[in-house]
């Protein structure tokens, strides 16, 4: 599904590793003296496509650039493809505010609750409620329980025979044991699970592993959103989903989405938080690809030959001038909803769903 690091060497001479050089974030060094204000190189964006715009311009004269084509039915927005990517589709602000609010707490919240796994699990085993310890201040310590069974209790884990467990900052003062505060645990999420679970060491779902199902409203926005995609008549089956997590300098290298049996079935990606460039090559690495804006509450999907087409995000935005969250902004004003504003100003979430069988 991701890149391999054995051929990283190779890949910097390809046209797609050249293109996420070219729009990662790298900072200027000599332009500021003081190191905790460093200021991004400037990247040149003229070539990045922007749906957006692109919608903005249709419905104010009718046209749009050669390349880019509408479809007008099976969907109650407009939906965007390319000529040259059969199988990609594009739906500028599908999600409505309200929804995109949703779904930010829930990823937070919500998605990473085991028995859901997240790159967490290797290290700390299941960690329950993340995001409130986070909150609350907490910390995570190590407790040594030689011969314990799962705690299943909702602050502590078990990994390799060690129990760790969510504690005050006073308390853990009188431990000596490992620690790890939960903020640096939160920011240091990456991916969590939902539905059937995806084996990273065996680069495929085990239908073994405990899980909950997709929650139903998660499946039917997604059963509404492929339609674009699917034959008439034939309805989406939501059956897993990723929820990846990028914070200021994170990217998501050039990938295959290649593990579901059927690929014709597309992949239905939801974007939440901070705006990102999202690269779309060819079936190889050596063909240029194109670069997009992606914003919180666009909608892609890749579906048929689009699946063997290369992607990646090598960028998001988190300064003011780029982010272009003002909407989320004011929708999470509220007092009970500044965790979760403070958490998507220098964020982006990605919620993809899959048919896996």
């Not at 040149?44 to 749009?64: A, I, K, P, Q, Y």
């Not at 040594?144 to 602050?155: A, M, R, V």
């Not at 504690?167 to 790890?180: A, D, N, Q």
Request: glycine share 6%.
């Amino acid at each position: 599904m991701y890149e391999s690091e054995s051929n990283r060497e190779d890949s910097e001479r390809t046209a797609f590793r050249r293109a996420e050089k070219n729009y990662k974030l790298y900072y200027d060094t000599n332009a500021c003296k003081n190191k905790k204000k460093k200021k991004p190189k400037p990247v040149d964006l003229t070539e990045v496509l922007d749906f957006r715009s692109f919608l903005e311009c249709h419905d104010r004269n009718g046209e749009l650039p050669p390349f880019v084509n509408i479809i007008h039915d099976k969907f109650s927005s407009l939906v965007f493809s390319l000529q040259n990517r059969p199988g990609f589709y594009f739906i500028p602000g599908a999600l409505s505010i309200e929804k995109q609010c949703s779904l930010i707490r829930e990823s937070l919240t919500d998605f990473p609750q085991p028995p859901n796994r997240t790159n967490h699990n290797a290290i700390y085993g299941p960690i329950h409620n993340l995001f409130d310890a986070a909150k609350d201040g907490k910390v995570l310590v190590e407790e040594y329980c030689p011969g314990s069974s799962p705690e299943k209790g909702p602050d502590c884990g078990h990994q390799d025979g060690k129990r760790w467990k969510f504690v005050t900052e006073k308390e853990e003062i009188s431990r000596k044991g490992k620690s790890v505060s939960a903020s640096a645990l939160l920011r240091k999420l990456r991916w969590s699970t939902l539905g059937l679970q995806f084996n990273w060491s065996r680069r495929n779902y085990d239908v073994s592993l405990q899980h909950n199902k997709i929650p139903e409203a998660l499946c039917d926005l997604a059963k509404e959103l492929a339609k674009p995609a699917m034959p008439v008549g034939v309805e989406f089956q939501p059956e897993a989903a990723i929820v990846n997590y990028f914070g200021l300098g994170d990217t998501l290298g050039g990938h295959l989405d290649d593990m579901e049996a059927d690929w014709s079935k597309p992949i239905v990606s939801l974007s939440l938080g901070c705006k990102a460039i999202f690269l779309l090559g060819g079936k190889t690495r050596e063909d240029p690809p194109l670069a997009m804006f992606l914003r919180s509450g666009d909608v892609v999907l890749m579906a048929g030959e689009a699946r063997e087409c290369f992607h990646g995000v090598p960028r998001i935005f988190t300064d003011e001038e780029n982010a272009e969250i003002d909407h989320l902004e004011a929708q999470l004003s509220h007092e009970d909803d500044l965790c979760f504003l403070k958490y998507i100003q220098t964020s982006r979430i990605n919620i993809n769903i899959r048919q896996v069988f």
